[in-house]
């Protein structure tokens, strides 16, 4: 049975109104260090992970595959909790492949996407019977070679590179000339020598950008991806016998990380994609639709946790030195694609019921000797105490593995699925 739509927490967030105490998996922070021997941490809510797939899986229409792209979150643990939730894995390299094959995840629902493969990626994939998302000619003809040489048939979709952009996107992955896809003018041609005796053409996949929180950029987006893919499949009927069985429309639902920004308002994007379903019926009867999302099911279950080492005045302003930073959460540091650095939501974990008249202004850095260490920046906060625990929310996505681990050769970061 479905549970009800009304599901009430999905974001760590939301529990700073309800509790004294911040805790994931109902495990208090201090808790929570022990079990992982020390800070800095990552905790994942594996709770709140269940109810966010649940609640959007309840929204969207009944037509659309969720699919989750291990890139936002490669924990094992978090991924093999995945693979319960959603019907498939988008993976970025073969490593993230075996883990995808490993949580039991059929083949035929994990697809590898990314330029760049290599002959080795290319002949795993084939192997495992993963499916390729082909992102040039050239990397056509090294799947043909891999095939022929294992004598085993390839599957693959063409990942398209649309002329259209979507607006408004954190990181724009479509539109003019990209190293993601192949252009969509070239397709023709790309159907016509498309090696059918090697290859076996599942689907297209069209992915135009990421951290998007305008719905009505995204609902653009996925007009003209069905618009585009009613043209390259009508193109695959001419050209060739093939019968497509998916059509990945890609994602780029974003999360909110940053004080004026507003959730995505998930309920129009699938109200459109009703219509559009309504609206290309031929096209999409048969045809599996994926939605391919990473952060906006992961990021605001996670926390990043770390302790406060040293405190100081330098000429008027206050620090509150880190066991932790810029190695372990890139991304909060703001050197991960940010134009101007906005502070993350940052908390101290241990004093959320704190008295107004003892706030403090700071500058929150890590241990790092540089400059770009910085965790949060003129943020007001309960007066600050050794020992104390400062939590950045929204890190459940681009952490851990989208960070420096070895730089300044610090200690590494743990991490953790409560
Ligand atoms: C092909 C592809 N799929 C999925 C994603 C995941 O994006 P997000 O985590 O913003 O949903 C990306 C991000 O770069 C991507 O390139």
Redesign the pocket.
Known sequence: MKPSINIPTTSLQDYLSTCSELCVGNHPLKHIEKLVSRTPFYAYDRQLIINRVLQLTNTLPKEISLHY?I??NPYPSLVQLMAAQVSGF?V?SKKEMLLAIQTGMPAEKISF??PGKTAEDIEAAIIAGVTLHVESSGEIAKVKLAANQLKLKANIAIRVNPKFELKSSG?K?SGGAKP?GIDEEQIPQILIDLPLEQINLRGFHI?AG??NLNADAIISAQQQTFALAEHLVELTKQITTVKIDYLNI?????VPYFANEQALDVGAIADNLQALINQYKTLVTGLDLIL?????LVAEAGIYVCKVVDKKVSRGTNYLVCDGGLHHHLANSGNFGQVIRKNYPVVIGNKLNHNERELEQVNIVGPLCTPLDILADKIMLPKASLGDYIVVFQSG??GASASPKDFLSQPQVSEVLL
């Open positions: 792209a890139k936002a988008d970025a996407a990314g990181m992955m993601f992915f990421s951290q890609g994602g780029g639902f974003g391919e999302l990473g952060r906006y996505a681009y």
